[in-house]
């Protein structure tokens, strides 16, 4: 099966109380993909670069076996760059300099090579993009979306209109809570279910996360760790092992959808270990799968 994934690619500052990473590899394209990579390969990539971005950081990403042939590389342009400040609560975050750069003019144009695609990710950018992308598509068999509350606020109608078309949306309580206008979450589930995705996953940092299928719902715990450098990325790294895993396995049904529930949060518990991708970028099978285990043995998973 072939994996689509579409969203940015950044470098990013990352200020944290346990230190600082300048200019460091980022974007919810980069996280998705990588992590994706653990369970398909090739995975297809279409996003924007300026000719700022490394090198180095493009032979990561073909190391991975990810396709590079929706990649736009504007050798006069710089990518985008955005720098936050996280305080001791890793939830809370001041966001210090935002440059689009490449960014603000990104048309996304899928290759004829990859408009066959079965699964596709959308992550975070303006819902207008991502419509784009489906656009181009052939008949996907699945779309998982993520958004934020700045498109929530500034693109709602085109987001409404958006979930027409997906499978699964990934967002976090507080997006949940905004983009229904419902302050209890199981009521904001069935209302954004309402729009169009029949799956709905609700991420609640380190409480864990709530799968809603239709009328199901699965409490899937989150990893105890004792060290967290930087959580950014780690909501695209959980996208990513979620969608990778249903394509790997071709199979959407809902209990298969909590598989990939805690195998996306497993990696993402991997992601905020270090800075940046460092943690991810070279992870072991038995790693995963050991983590894996834990995540079962913590929430006595022994059905899955």
């Not at 279409?46 to 076996?65: A, M, N, R, Y």
């Not at 042939?69 to 939830?91: A, V």
């Not at 589930?189 to 309402?194: L, P, R, T, V």
């Not at 895993?245 to 990696?267: C, H, P, Q, W």
Request: with cysteine; glycine share 6%.
């Amino acid at each position: 099966m072939s994996l689509l994934v579409v969203g940015s690619l950044a470098l990013d500052t990352i200020e944290t109380p346990f230190g600082k990473a300048e200019r460091t590899l980022g974007g919810s394209a980069t996280f998705i993909s990588v992590a994706a990579s653990y369970f398909i390969r090739p995975v297809r990539l279409i996003g924007v670069v300026g000719g700022d971005f490394p090198q180095e950081d493009i032979e990561l990403l073909k190391d991975k076996e990810i396709d590079l042939e929706g990649l736009q590389i504007k050798e006069n342009e710089k990518t985008f760059h955005w720098h936050g400040k996280y305080s001791f609560d890793l939830n809370m975050r001041d966001s210090l300099v935002t440059e689009l750069n490449v960014f603000a003019n990104f048309d996304p144009i899928v290759p004829e090579t990859f408009r066959k695609s079965s699964y596709v990710c959308l992550g975070n950018i303006n819902p207008e993009l991502q419509k784009k992308v489906l656009t181009q598509l052939d008949k996907p068999k699945f779309i998982v979306a993520d958004t934020m509350n700045f498109w929530i606020e500034s693109k709602y109608n085109e987001l409404i209109d958006l979930l027409n078309f997906v499978d699964v949306l990934i967002i976090n309580d507080s997006e949940a809570r905004e983009l229904s206008h419902e302050a209890n979450l199981f009521r904001a589930a069935k209302k954004i279910q309402s729009y169009g995705p029949h799956t709905l996953i609700i991420k609640k940092g380190e409480h864990g996360a709530l799968l809603f299928h239709e009328n199901e719902l699965f409490i899937a715990p989150a990893y105890p760790l004792e060290a967290i450098y930087d959580p950014t990325g780690a909501g695209d790294s959980f996208a990513g092992g979620f969608i990778g895993y249903l394509s790997k396995t071709e199979d959407t049904s809902y209990e298969n959808m909590k598989r990939a529930v805690i195998f996306g949060s497993t990696i993402a518990s991997f992601s905020v270990e270090k800075f940046s991708l460092e943690r991810i970028k070279d992870l072991t099978p038995l790693e995963i799968k050991d983590r894996f285990n834990d995540f079962k043995r913590f929430a006595d998973l022994s059905s899955i």
